[in-house]
């Protein structure tokens, strides 16, 4: 199927720095997501993002969250400043849109924040 | 509050077997169903959906029974091979809203040689 790329795939910080997570979507995708799992858990959304504008966020989506996607290049997730609970699996998704309704996700980047 | 819940947690079945995993939700808005396939490691596969128009959906060895009025649905995965050895996970969401996916807990299978 399509694929959602993600960089890096795992991250390790000290609680209180900032983090850049990178989404490389499929190419023709207009819509994208992130999704948080923390180990054990289902996959949470976070936040969804079109025409660069974000148009659904969750509570899980704190203020310390900002998501963009500058001239077509990464969708980015930033963290800043980064808390112990931050630590999990960060998943982008995207889909085409325009009455398709199929999410396609990455491999996901593991954050842990010590 | 889980809005989508899988049974069971865990199952096991012999290769050649048909695995059932059951799904069901809460939110009525609910009309587009897509199962995930996620291996260790790995980010969730799209296995296979059901919009809730429809109350069978096929591809190969994969099948969505879908039941409106009960708000439940179940993967039928018929002569399971090993490699079919996953984490799925259901999924819904109301495509005429902001299409975020509600997910379950999922349901590890292992298939048995």
């Known amino acids: 199927g399509p694929k959602v790329l993600q960089i890096p795939s795992h991250q390790i910080i000290d609680m209180g720095q900032m983090v850049t997570l990178n989404c490389d979507p499929v190419?023709?995708?207009?819509?994208f997501y992130w999704y948080k799992q923390i180990l054990g858990q289902q996959m949470e959304f976070l936040v969804n993002?079109?025409?660069?504008?974000?148009?659904?966020k969750s509570k899980l989506f704190k203020d310390q969250f900002s998501v963009e996607r500058p001239d077509g290049s990464y969708f980015t997730l930033k963290i800043q400043p980064t808390a112990l609970e931050d630590s999990a699996v960060y998943f982008c998704?995207?889909?085409?849109?325009?009455?398709?309704?199929?999410?396609?996700f990455g491999p996901g980047t593991r954050l842990t924040v010590l | 509050q889980q809005q989508v819940r899988q049974s069971p947690q865990s199952l096991t079945v012999w290769e050649g077997e048909t695995a059932i995993l059951n799904c069901s939700y809460e939110n009525s808005a609910f009309d587009y169903f897509p199962w995930y396939q996620q291996f260790p490691g790995e980010g969730p596969a799209l296995l296979i959906s059901?919009?809730?128009?429809?109350n069978k959906k096929e591809d190969g060895r994969f099948t969505i029974f879908f039941n409106k009025r009960e708000k439940k649905l179940s993967l039928h995965i018929a002569d399971s091979q090993p490699g079919d050895s996953a984490t799925y996970f259901c999924?819904?969401?109301?495509?005429?809203?902001?299409?975020?996916?509600?997910f379950g807990k999922g349901t590890q299978l292992i298939i048995q040689p």
């Open positions: 999924a819904g969401t109301n495509t005429g809203g902001a299409d975020r996916l509600t």
């Open positions: 059901i919009l809730s128009v429809s």
């Open positions: 993002f079109y025409n660069g504008k974000v148009m659904e």
């Open positions: 190419s023709n995708h207009l819509y």
């Open positions: 998704a995207s889909s085409m849109g325009l009455g398709t309704y199929e999410q396609y």
